[in-house]
Structures are given as C-alpha cells and as structure tokens.
C-alpha cells in the first residue's frame, strides 16, 4: 500500500492490476485518490483514481474511476461499485485493461513531511548461542539497516516497508526516535521470504503520528545490491588468453562457530562456483572452477567491525581457447557464478545463490599468423610435404622398412608423431603405422606386417582426444590445439596403409622439426636435420629425394625414443605433461573436469565419436602389451610375399585414370574452386602412385585424402563457414567413398544396401566378424573394473554391420552349479576395425559368479563359436583352472553376501545387529546381539530441542514415518510420560509413554500413545525400552503417518531418578 499513494514515484518494476479478480476490496488506513496522481506515481505508470463523488453513508453506487495517462488525466475510465460503511470505504475493483496500471490509495491521516537521506546499508552482525553438552554452536546473522534524517518532530514515528527484488518482506516495521537503530532487516526476515543474497534492497520510510496508522507521504531509498559483486561483469579477452574475474562482497559472510571444551573450530567458508555453459566449455577454462570467502571465529567478530577485513576482493582466472579454429570472429561467452551450501541458520541465505553473469567478449589477437591453413602431409608411398610447403619423396632409400621415423615433433610441448613404412608396391614405401604422442600418453595405429591394434598403449596424462571419424578415419587432437588425422586404406587381407596429415596451431610457430620441418614460414630451412645441418631444398626434386634428411630423423633400433617397442621402459621414459603445463578446468553442468587438453570436453561437429582411453591399472596395461606382442609374434612373413602385381603405365595414362577419378567427384571440384588453402596436391600424388603401382584402387584412396583435407579445411575456417553456408554445407555433407555405390548418403552419413557395411559401405557384412580372442581371456574382475562389456578382436568390426551378440547368462551359486539361465539379445558395437563389444546385462540379484556365454550373428549367418565370460570379483574370490575346469572358491577371512565381498566382523551398513562373521555363515549376515546400553550400540533422533513438549510446532512438522526400526538414545532427554498438547514436539501429532517405565536393567514392552484431535491416545504403539540404570533407551519403530513424531524431554541434571 505504502507504493500505491500518490506521492510515491515510480522506483522499479511497475505494480499491475492487470490479473486482479474483481471483488470486494478494503485497506484499511487507506482511500482510493480522489484527485488526479501524476503519471508515474502510486508505483505504476498509468495510476487509476476516482473521479466521481463518493456515495453518502451506508450506500452503494457506482461511480467513475480514471486511468492517467500521456492524453490526460482520464485516459480510459471504469465503472466501480463504491459503498460508504460510515467510518471507511470498499471498493468493487476490477481488473484493469492494460497491466502498468494500478489503483492509487493515499492514507487518511497524514503528515505532511517527507524524509530525506534514505539508504539501505550493512548494520552489524548478531550471534546466537546454543549450547548441548560439551558443544557451543555460534549462530551469527547479517543486519541491515534502514537510516534516514531524522524528522524534527520527537512524537512522531517511522513506518517502514522492506522490499527484496519488489517483493515486500517486511510491512508496517514502527520505530520512534529512541529506536532508529532497530530498523532492520535480518537474515531470519530475509530466510522466512524465502530470500537469498545477491538481491536489490529497499526500504520505504514514512511519518504517522500514531503506531496503528499510514503515512500519507513516504520515500525511498535507492536500491541496495546486497551478497556478491561481480566488478568486471564484462570482460575482453584475446583469442588463448586469459583474464581475472573479480567479486567483491557487500555484506560480509559469517558462518557458524562451533566450540568444543573452550576451543572453536575453523567455520566452514563460503564457496563460489564457475559454471561455463556446456556449449561454450570448449572456449573457456579455468585454473580453479572455484574460490572461497572465509569466516571469522565468533571470538574474532570484532573483525567484521572494519569493512577492510572482509570487503575483499576474491578472483577466478579464466582462459581462452578456441579450439581447432584458425579463423574465428569475435564472440561473447557467458560465465555464471552461484555459491555452495552453507552451516547454520543465519548463513542460509547466502546458500545456494546466483551471482550476476559474466559476459566474455573474445577478440582476435595480433599474433604471428603463419601457422593457419598450413599442414604438413604423408600421402600414399608416401610423398611428403612440410607445413612449409616444400614437396619432396621419401621412397626405399630414404624410408627404411622395420624402423621408425619422427615425422612431427614439438619439444617444447612433449608431442610428436612417429611413423613406420613397408613395402606397397615394389620398390614404393608406405606408412603402416602411426603413433601420436603427448606427454605420457600414446595412441597408436598399427598395422605393420599383418599387426591389427589400434588402441592406447599408454594414457597417464589423459591429454590426447581421438575421434574415430569413419571405420578407416581418425583425428587425434593434441593439448595445444594440433590435430593429426590418419586416413586407413585397405588393399586386401592384411594390407592397411595410411595417408597423415599434421595441422598446426599457434603452439608450433617456430617450433617444429621432423620430416614436417621447422614452421617458420620460410621452405627454405625446411630440410633441417636432426644433428641441426641443413640440405639445401634447390638441389632435390622427384627424382632426387633428400635421403640423408629422411633418414637423420629415423631413430635406431633399440632407441628409448621407440614408441613401436611396445616396451614399458619405453613408456616409463616419457616426460609428463605435469613438468611443463599446469591442468585447466572446464566447469560445465556442476562438475569440474581438470585436464591439460584444453580442447577435451569440446562438443564439435566432428563427425563419428570420440574413442577413450579404458587402460584403468597397470595390470590392465600390462595384459593390452602382452596382446600387442602376441599380435607381433603371429605377423606373416610378408616380405616373402608378392604383394601385388604391377601393372605398366605411361604418366599420360596414370593422368586420364586419376582425372577420370576426381573429376567425376564433385566434392572435389567445389573444394579446389572455393576452399582457401586446398590444393591439387593430391591428385599430383595419385598420377605418381599410378604411374608406378598400375592399381586402380589408389584413384579412391588419394580422393578420400583430399576430400578429408578439404573439410578440415573448411571446418577449421568460421569466418569461410559464414560466408559460403551453402558451400559449407555441401562439403561437410559429404558421405566416406561416395558410400561406394552400395548406399545411400543422407548428411553425411551412409545408408547400406543389404549385405554392405561399414561407414562408407565397402565390407561385405553377410558374415559376422572373424574373432580372434576376447579380452583377458574371457575374464573379467569386478574388482577392478565395471565389466559392462566384454571386448572382441579380430577382424573387422564396422558401422552399420548389422551383427548380434546372442547371449546366455548363467547364475552360479557358491557350489558352481546354475541356479538360473537367461537369455537376451544385443547389438554387436565397434570400437576400431579389430575391436568390438558386447553389452554385459546383469540380473537384479547378483549371485557367487556370473557367466556369459554368446554367439554372434547377422541376418543370415549364426556363427558356430561360443565365447564365455566368466565375471568374479578378486577381492575376496580366488579363480582356479584345473585342466580347463573353472571355478572360483571364497578367501579366507570374507564373506560374500548380497553380490559384495565383505571382510570378516564387518557390521551391515546402517544397522548394529547384522555382522559378517566367516566361521558362522559364509554367504549370508549374522545376527548379533548387542546391549543398547553400552555406548554406539544406540541411534540418536535428530531435532532434539524442538521435540521437547514445550516446544510449539513453527514450520515444517517433524516426521518419524521413515525412521529405521532399532535403539535409539538421546544424551540429557528421556521420552515424554505425560500427554504433549497437539502441535508440539515439533510436530502436529506428538506420541508420548504411556505405559510404566521398566525397573533396573530391564527391557519390557511399553504403550506408546499419539496425541490426536480424537483425544490423547487416538493412535498407539508398543515398543520395547530398556532401563539402562541412569538413562533409558527405546526401540523406536516407523509412526503410521508423517506428521507425527516421538516426544522428548530434557532430563534435568539434578534428577537423581528417572521418570
């Protein structure tokens, strides 16, 4: 009411009777205007007065009411029912037409003054003390204060309203001369509203000559921004770098003290959290999602009496990265910030609130631009060419078969890509394996000699994100924003062979060697050795590749450098990233994740899914080795072979094979019109490669090379992207191998025909995969592993292979035999091309041992093998082989019960009767009995104080409908024996002891009766309670309905007897 006068100009949201229900209205003190408010007073913007007269006593009539507005002082007009009641008057009121209109009531006596010097500010700090036992709880509470120039008049008083964010909390505070300092607004007040900090505050102060009655005239204060302070809501950051968000209190943050024998602890401090949108987590991180505000002790709080101790600023660093882009325009990105739970009552409204958002405007820096659009290539057998642009061969003299090669490498920042090359085609090398490492991570793609492991060997930094883009494509995404890609192409049986590419980011300008060379925008230096010679480029062509350069960087065998050894001591040589980087957080969905890959929670539109490292113990590790070597040993002597047979052709013919190719792929044709830094490089190669292999299959391999090429191209280019969506979408829509005329491609994506498979359609998948081992031999340790599915390797295992594992799952009991078989279906998953899996489904109730026996299937061909799983948890399970026989037999010193291992004396969580005992029971728990007498042999309720019968219920009633069944005893209180009065206790209907107390060390069954409005005992319940000398415990059960609970009394210390 106090806003609706007509001296109260419009300060914040305008007030709306625009939903009002038409009905009777009286407030009392109150008459509704009869003179015309100015626009924008009464609280609204257009305020509605009464124009007619009113009607004489005891009479109703209807009389006019005027809207104010821009045309004049009636505007637009109702028709209200006014009824004179001889000492006030009501109002039929009826919803208005527009809603920044409301009626406008001025007080009936007045006084004809308005205060000046209006503010809200932070007053002091109270503190509440509460004392059980040994343990003080201090329980301070934040003051505001309402001040203003006093009135010169002593009689008068102060009627004041506080508003939280337009709501009213407060109404009708009084206070005279004598008590301006109690013109408050608490944190109780702000908690009972429901109110948090981080809120606008205002009081509005008028004068009345008597407590009961309204002031005519009334005055704001301005808006008081009470919690947490964001000083640089906006913020400009360049492109990878970083920035300081600062916040500052404007209330200071107290949080209970507890005391114990005299000592206070340390109170809990006031988190704040970084939340980053999902969407923008790959743009910006954070050192620390978090930082805190501490509280002083309840013996410092002198401490809050200077507002230089706690009006300090506190700060979260924040950093940029745009990821793989290297054109990108300037953005905003929003940060929020809210703040964690709080101990006490007082603190609660700084619990759980929102902070002002940030604003992250990201603008491009001026930086040395030589790295975009730049890529240094191994295509086909292979030629290379440096980031650069120096083009040149690396054939059997220089690409040495059985060694590898430092294709990449950026000290500075631990990474590099190390390749092996075999004989394709006579004399022709061609890249067989790739390996990409960064730090003490490594992932590696081999398919050397007939090998098939595409895995991690390695992953102790988690820093490398590799995406399987198609059956036969990879990008691996290095911390610094570098990423590798590694097109597979297939001639036949074992023979895989891959095309890589490196592109750059800023982090190697001036950084690189390798058979990529130094990046420093000068081709000239490119030939650079390892020793730090250098080849002069001019010398070199086709026809004279620079060997001696090629082969500086091959590293001999036995090198610690080797990441092909497949050697532990090879992978304990690494440096972790952890000497030269610190980890950076992304702060998304209200969890941290801390890693050093600034670009590995990135949501991309890459197409495929990200394939994650699943080493999860050295043991784990250990067994993926060994099987990397078995791979090794079984490879086929393939030199011994004759690879393929060579067809002869003449340049001129390899040009009009290759052009009919690429020619016939518009893809190709659109990137090498529009794409910036696409070239022809590729299809140069692919004459080459023709020329000298004769085999039509390098036209596809070659095209696939480019294509990927150019949509990388196009996908690192945002500025390309807004400029050519049309082009954008087309390129970035292609289908793998124009899905091999075997499919249909609907965005990107391959559609098989019947009996084709894969990403681009090529594999003939009327066959289920051929399956060479299952992982760790078709054992699976719960102990160390969730063993949700089970791994299969062989060959090949595709998207869109149509296969199904058919699985039988077998509960063994503690004797071995099957209590229960089960059957289910699932799809058979791809991981990489000699990896798939199998979903492992578990029953509710988890028995001794778990085996799954399953055959795969397609449409028409249910393979014959069985595979089996047998899943056990080491822990406390010992596995035995006796001659093919499996079984499992029990540790000593364990039980196993309910699916778990369970040490020996273990106690069943929540309860103090059920034990583990191995000598009684193995496989089911032991009832214990215990005396509830002695100490931890009994529960404790929570609420205490307010249980007491004296205690009258003041919110949410305390409910005892789901309390476990047990002992329970509460130091310094007994049970109440006489009736409580409904709604005490804390509770609506409060249950007490009717029966009589048992005699000394004796349990007995006693009547325990709810309070009800039928009478005292409408509802009762017998429970058990032992007489323990000088306390008593019960056995409390669960009450019939929530709204009631137990009744407890404080026993007092000179009692010498109980009750």
Known sequence: MAKRSSSFALDSVPLCDRYIREDWYRNKGYVMATSPPALTYCGTLYPVWLSGKIPPNQVTQKVKACEVGFSGKCSRSYEIDVRNCTSFLVYKLKAVDVCNSAYCFDP??????????????????TWETRRKGNIIRHDPSINLLCSFTPSAHDTVMYHIHWYVDNDAVIKGQTVDKDSLQDAILSASDMNKAGKKINSWIQCVVGLKWLENSEPCFSKSSNLFFAGLEVLNPTITIERDGEATVKIRPTIPFASETIEFNSKQSEPAPLYIQLSIPENSSCKVFAKSCSTNISSYRHNERQMYENPNNWKKIHTIKIFNSEGLRFYVGDHTISLRFTTGKCKGNGSQIFDDSALQN?????VEKNEILGWRGKLCKSDGDPHQTTFDGFYYECQETGCTIGTTYILYKNEDYLQEVQVRHEKCWTMPRCICAVAVRAGQDVFTIDTCGGTAFINFPICNDNSLKVIKESDKVYKIVFPTGTFVTVDLFGFGGPYWYSSVNVYPSVADVNRTSGLCGLMDSDRTNDLQRRDGTQDDISIYNNTNPPDQFSLSWQLSVGSKEDLFAYSQAVYDNLESLSSISQMLCTCANDKTHCSYNKNAECKTKTKGKEYHCVLHSSSRKKRDLNRV???????????????????????????????????????YNTCLQFVPNFSNETFVNCVLDFTMAGDKRLTQWHLSTALGQCENFVSLNSTFQMDNRDVTTFIISTCPNDCSNHGQCKRGSCSCEHGYGGSDCSFDVRSPPKITSISNDGICDKSEEACNTITLYGHYFLENMGTTCFVTREEIDESNSVMLATNYSVKLEESTLYEGYCSLQYAPETRWITIFHFNLSTDTVLSPETYTVFVYQSQCQIFHNDSGRIHFSLQIGYCFIDGACIEDGTFKNGSLHLQCIAHADLFEWTSVSQDPCLDGNALELNHMPKRSSSFALDSVPLCDRYIREDWYRNKGYVMATSPPVLTYCGTLYPVWLSGTIPPDRVTQKVKACEVGF???????????????????????????????????????KDSTRLP
Request: charged share 25%.
């Open 358 to 362: 940030v604003q992250v405007n990201v």
């Open 629 to 667: 070597f078995r791979f090794k040993e079984n490879t086929l002597k393939l030199e011994e072979l004759t690879r393929f047979k060579r067809q002869t052709y003449s340049q001129s013919e390899a040009y009009n094979v290759c052009n009919e190719a690429f020619q016939q792929s518009s893809f």
């Open 108 to 125: 009936v006596e007045c006084v004809k003054e308005t205060l000046s010097n209006v503010k809200v500010s932070f007053h002091n700090i």
């Open 1014 to 1052: 039928s009478g005292k005992c409408s509802r009762s319940y017998e429970i058990d309670v032992k007489n323990c000398t000088s306390f008593l415990v019960y056995k409390l059960k669960a009450v019939d309905v929530c709204n009631s609970a137990y009744c407890f009394d404080f026993q007092k």
